[in-house]
C-alpha cells in the first residue's frame, strides 16, 4: 500500500451533550426539581389551592391542617400558595443577572486573559481589592445606595458577577494561550479580536458554561439572601426571602412552618441547580 | 526571603489603599443628607445645614478623605450618626463578637472540611466520595438563613437544645458562650464545609496520582505512611490558601447568620449602619472588614510560600 | 569502590533461577463498561544477570507490562489470564505485607520523568533513605548509606546533593538519584521503562552507562523498555517486540536487528534512518494503516492489516509463536519470508535540485536573545550569525539550553529579538515585531511546530484550520480556495472525507499533516520545522519525513529543520548547524559536519548517540552537566566540558571566532582543523 493512504482512523463515536446528561442521575433529579419550580412559576396563581394574597384576619398563625398544608402565616394567608407563586421573582432576576455577569465577565476575561500588560495589572489590583470585600455585603451597599427594583437588582448582581466570572475566564485563557495554535494563528495574519474570539474562545466555553451554572446558583443565593436582609423588590407578590424576612423572628414563640418553608423551597432550587452544575462539569470532564 | 515579605505586604497595603478609595467614594453615593438623617425629615432646612457643617460634610471630597484616612490611621474613626458616640468602642465591641462566631466556627470547619476532603479523595469514584462531594457542594450552595432556620427549627424549636435566639451574657462562662454559639455557627459551617472539603480532596487526588506517590509506594513503604507521608505534605498546602479566602465567605455569611439571630457582631453593625445612613460607622465597619480579609489572605500567602519548598529556595534568592 | 558493602542490606541470599517469568500475560482494562484487552498472551523470560529489551510505539501496551508486574495497575485494570514470577515469587497471589517486601527487595523501577518521581517536598537524601529504612536501619545509618549510593550512580558532591531538594536538580541528576533509590536494595529485577527519553543525547549515553555498569555490579537482572530500537540494541542481550499488545517476536537483541523475523520488526527497523540514508535515496520505509482501536476484536494474525504480504490464512487464525531460531520465535506464518519484504514506498526519489541563486534567501546577523527571569538575565542566543540558501534544508542541532527553539522563535517574529540582531528576508530587513512584517513576509515564512495537539485549534474542522491560511495569505476565496484546498489536502496524502473532522478524532500522524498543509497553505518560501516528528511514533516519523521532503521539492521551498535527534538531522539536512547554549559551534555541509573533521563538542555529541550499527566506537565521555544558560562559562563556553581542551588556557580565556575552516564549513574552536583530523581519525581507531 503506498505511504500514507489512510486505511482508517480512530473516529470516535460523538455521543450528543444532552443524552450524555440524561444518564446522570445528579442531572436528572436536578433538572426535575428545577422544572417544577419553573412551571410553578410559569402558572403559579393558576395552580395555587389559595389567593396568595387574601388575608384571612381570624385564621392568622395556624399551624399546617388539611386546610392549609402549609400553614397560615402572621396576616391569615396561605403559605403554600405563596410558596408555590413566591418562585417568579427569583427565577427573574437571577438568570438575567447570571446572564448579564457572564457576557461582561467572560468578555473582560478574554481580553485579561489574552492580551495581558499594563491593563491586566491594572485591572487585577482593582479586582483584588473590590473581592476583598464579601460580595453579599457589597451587594446590599449598592442596593441601599441604588434602590430595590427589579432592573437594579439584576444589574447591581451582574456588575458583581462581572469580576468573579472574568478571573476565572481569565485563568483559562491564559492557559489556552500557552498553546501553539494561538501563536498559530497571529502567523497565518489573524487580528487580535479574532484569535480572542473565534479562536480561543470555543476552547474555553466549557469553562464559561460551568461558572455560568455555578454562578446561577449562587445568584438565587444572593437573590433569596437580599429579600432576607430586606432588600427584596417590594412588591405585593409574594417572594420567599421577603415571607422569610417577616416570619422568622417568630421562630422563638414557636411558628416554624412560616419560615420553614420559604427556606426549603429556596434549598432545593440551589441543591438542584448544584446537582444540575456537577452534571455539567463531570460530562465536560469525562 | 525579606524582600520577598516586604513585597508582599506593599501590595496588600496598595490593595487596602485602593479599597479605602473606593470605600469613601462609594459611601457618597449613598443617598441621603447625614445631618438630615440624624435631625429627621421635619427639622428646619438650616439647622441642617448647621449640622452639615459641623460634621464636616460639605467640605470637598478629597478633604473629607484626607482627614478620614489620617484619622482612621491614627485610630480616630469619628462619630457615629445614629449612637452620637465614637464610632470605635461599638466597632471593636462588635468585631471581638464576630471574632468569637467565626473562630468557633473555623476551628470545628478546618478538621472536619479537610478529614472529608482526605477520605473523599481516598475513596474517589465510589460512593462515600460521591455523598461527601455532592453533601459539600449543596451545603456551600445553600443560604446561611436557609439553613440557619432549619437548624434553628430543628435544634431550638424541636429539639429544645439549643436557645433562639442565642444571648450572650456579659461575665458568662466559656462553656455556656461556646453553648449560645452553637447554633449561629451552624450555618457557617455548613457553607466552609463544601469549599474546604473540595479543595483538600482535590489536592489529594493529585498527589495519590502523582508518580512520586508511586515511587513511594513501589518502594514498599506501608499505605499509612505513603498517606501520612507523601501524600499530605502535598495535597494540604493548596488548602491553606482556601482556608484564607474562606474568610471571605464567612464574613459575608456572618451579616446573615447575625441578622437571622440577633446576634450584635459586626455583620449586624454594618446592616444598622446602611440602613440609617452613618458614613462613619459604616465606612470604618466596611474598612474594617477589608483589613481581616486582607491579612488573612497574606497570610496564607505567606504560610504557603514558606511551607513550599520550591517557592521557598526560589523567593530566598 | 568495592561492590556492595557501603550499600548492601543485610538479607537472605537470593535463589532461584530466571529473574522474571512471564507466561501467557493477559491484562484487560475496564473502559465505560467494557472490557478491553490490553496484553495478549505474552509470555517471556529473563534469566540471572541478563538484560531484556521490551521494544514498543504507543498503544503497544509495554507501559501495561511494568505496571502488571509490580502489581500497579489501575483501578480498572487487571490480570486477567496468565502468570508472572518474578524471583520465583508470584506478584499477584501475595498478601499486602508479602507485597511490600517484594517492592522493597527484589523488583523496582525507574521511570519516565525523573523529576516527577521524587517527592517535591522532601529532601532528596531524605528519600534515598527511606529505602535503607525500610529494610530497617536505623535514620543515621540510613543516611550515610544514601550518600554512598549516590557517589556510586557518580554524583560528586554527594552530601550537597542529599540536601537539595528534586526541583534543585537536573534531569540527569535526578535520574541518577531515582536510579540510587532503585538499586540501593540490589533488587533481582529493574525494571526500566523509557528511562533516559526525557534527557539530552549526551546526558542519556553517561546514563545508560551508569546503568550498564551498575547492573553487572550488582547482578541485577534487567527489564528495559523503549520505543527506541538503538538504544534497546545497545543496551540488551534479548528483545522481545511489543505490537497491539502482543509479543510478535523475540530473540537475542543483535540478532533481531540484524535479521528480522516479522514484518512489523522489519518495518520498524526500515523506519530508523540510519548512515548513508538519505531523503532522496535510501529512502526510509513508513508502515501503513493505523493501530487497530482498542477493544477492537481481531481475528488473526493482529498485524495481518498492514502487512505487505499477508495471507488469507494470515487473517483467519492468528498465528502461534514460530521457533525461529536458537533462543528466537515469530507470531508469522510468514517469517521466513521476512528478509524480502517488499517495500512501501520507493527506495530512491527523484527530487529536483534546488535552484542556485547567488543570494541566500534568509540572512541573520548578530541575533541575539535575552530572557528575564525573575530579576536573572538569561541568553538564550548570543550573536548567532547564518545565512540560508534558497532551496536547502538547514538542519539545526542543540541539546537543551542551545536555544534552537529561540531561534526559531525569532525567526518568525514571534518573539523580539535584543538589539543589534538584524534579519533579512531577500535583502530587506525584516521587523522583529509581525506586525511590522508585510502581506508577503508573513506569507514567505511559516512554522510547522512539534505538537499537533497544541498547534491545532481543536475546536476547529480540518477544512476551517487548512482554509484559513489561503484565505488571509494566499487571498484566496471561492471556487479558487476550494480548488487549493483539495490540492493541498492530497498532497499530504489525506482525503476530502477528512475535512469535516476535528483534531480530536484523528490519529497522531494525520494530525501533523494537518499542520503541515496549514504551513503550506500560503505558499511559503520557508518553512523552520521544529521537532516536526519528535511527538510521532516511530512507524510515523518516516512518512512525515518523506512528505517534508516531497513538499519541498513541489513548492521550491527551504527548510529550517530543527531537531535533537541527529540521526533524522542527517537524513533531511543539506547542511547542519550545530548549537550549544546559545552559539553557533560549527556551521557546514551534513556530510562533512558528521563524518569530520569536527568540533569537539559535535564529536561528543555524535559518539553519545546509540545507533542500531552496532559500530562500538569508543565513547568521548563528557564531564559534568550542560551548564545553565543564566551563567554561561567564560571564554569557549564548551570548554567546561571538552575533552579536547588545548593546555596553554586559550579555550577558557578567548572566545573563538567562528571562523570558515574549509570551504563552506565555520567552526568556532581553537584548534586548528588538521590538528582536529588528525585527533579524531587516531581516536577512531584505536
Redo the contacts between chains.
Sequence with gaps: ????????????QQTPLWRLLLRRPTFVVGAAILLFWIVCATFGTAIAPHDPLAQQLLATNQAPSSAHLFGTDQLGRDVLSRVIVGSQSIFIIAPLATAVGTVLGTTLGLILGYLGGVVDLLASRVVEAVLALPAIMIMFLFVVALGVSTTTQILIIGFIFTPLIARTVRSAVQVESQ???V????????RSLRIMFV?IL??VLPTVVVEFTVRLGYAIFAVASLAFLGFGPQLSTPNWGTDINANYVLLGAGYWWESLFPALAIASVIIAINLVADAIEQVFAG | MAIYLLRRLGLAVITLFLLSVIIFFAGQVLPGDPARAILGPLSAESAVRALDHQLGVDRPLLTQYTSWITGMLRGSMGESYQYQSPVEPLLVAALVKSAKLGAFALVVIIPLGILGGVIAALSA?RQVDRIITLTGSSAAALPEFATGIVAAIIFSVGLKLLPFPPQIQPGESFLSQLHALILPAIPLVLVLFGYIARMARAGTIEALE???V?????????RVVVIY??VL??SLLPTITVIATQTGYLIGGLVVVERLFNYQGIGNLIFHAANAKDFPMLEAGVLTIGVVYMVATVGADVLTTVL???QR??AA? | MTATEETAIPGPAAEPQSALQVQHLDVTYRVRGQDRLALRDVSFRVGRNESYGLVGESGSGKSTVALAL?R?LP?NGRVSSGSIRIAGRDPLALTAAEL??????SV??V?Q?PG???????RVGRQVA??YE?AGLGRAESLERSEAMLRKVQISDAGQVMQR?P??LSGGMAQRV?IA?ALAAEPELLILDEPTTALDATVEAEVLELIDGLRQQLDTSLLFISHNLAVIAKMCDRVGVLYAGELIEEGPAREVFEQPRHPYTMGLLRCVPRQGQRKDHGRL??I???LP?PGEEISGCIFA??C?IAEQRCREAAPPAFDTGPGRTSRCYLHEATAELPR??PVDVQLSAPPTDAEPVITVRNLAKTFTS?GEKVPALTGVSLDLERGETLGIVGESGSGKTTLA?LL?G?IPPDAGSAIELDGQPLSAD?KGRS?SQ?KA???V???PD???????TVRQLIS??LA??AGLSGSALTERLTDLVRS????PR?LP?RP????GG?KQ?VAIA?AF??GPRIVVCDEPTSALDVSVQA?IL??LADLQAKEQATYVFISHDLGLVRYLSDRIAVLYLGRVLELGPAERVFSGPHHPYTEALLSAVPSLDGKRTERIRLTGEIPSPANPPSGCVFHTRCPRRLPTGICESTEPPLAEVEPGHLMSCHIPIDQLATLQSTDRMS
Excluded at chain 1, 501563536?183 to 489573524?190: I, S, T
Excluded at chain 2, 508511586?214 to 506501608?222: D, M, N
Excluded at chain 3, 516527577?116 to 522532601?122: D, E, F, G, H, Q
Excluded at chain 3, 497544541?454 to 476547529?460: F, Y
Design positions: 500500500m503506498p505511504t500514507g493512504v489512510v486505511a482508517g482512523d480512530a473516529e470516535r498553546l501553539d495554535y501563536p498559530g494563528a497571529r502567523l497565518v495574519g489573524d479562536e470555543p476552547n | 469514584g502523582s508518580d512520586y508511586r515511587t513511594a509506594t513501589l518502594k514498599g513503604l506501608k507521608r507523601h505534605r502535598n513550599n519548598p520550591r529556595t526560589e534568592r | 509490580t500497579y483501578r511490600r517486601e517484594l517492592r522493597a527487595r523496582s523501577m521511570y520523568e516527577k518521581a521524587l517527592n517535591p517536598s522532601i527511606e529505602v525500610i531538594y526541583h534543585q531515582v533509590m520505509d513508513a501503513p494503516g493505523f482501536a492489516p498492514r505487505p512501501n514506498t525573575r522563535r518568525l514571534l509581525l502581506q508573513l515564512l511559516q512554522i511546530f512539534q505538537n497544541s498547534a491545532l485549534n481543536r475546536r476547529h484559513r491560511p488571509t495569505l499530504v496524502r489525506m482525503e477528512h473532522l480530536r478524532q484523528l490519529s494525520l499533516r496549514r497553505g500560503g512518512a518523506n512528505l
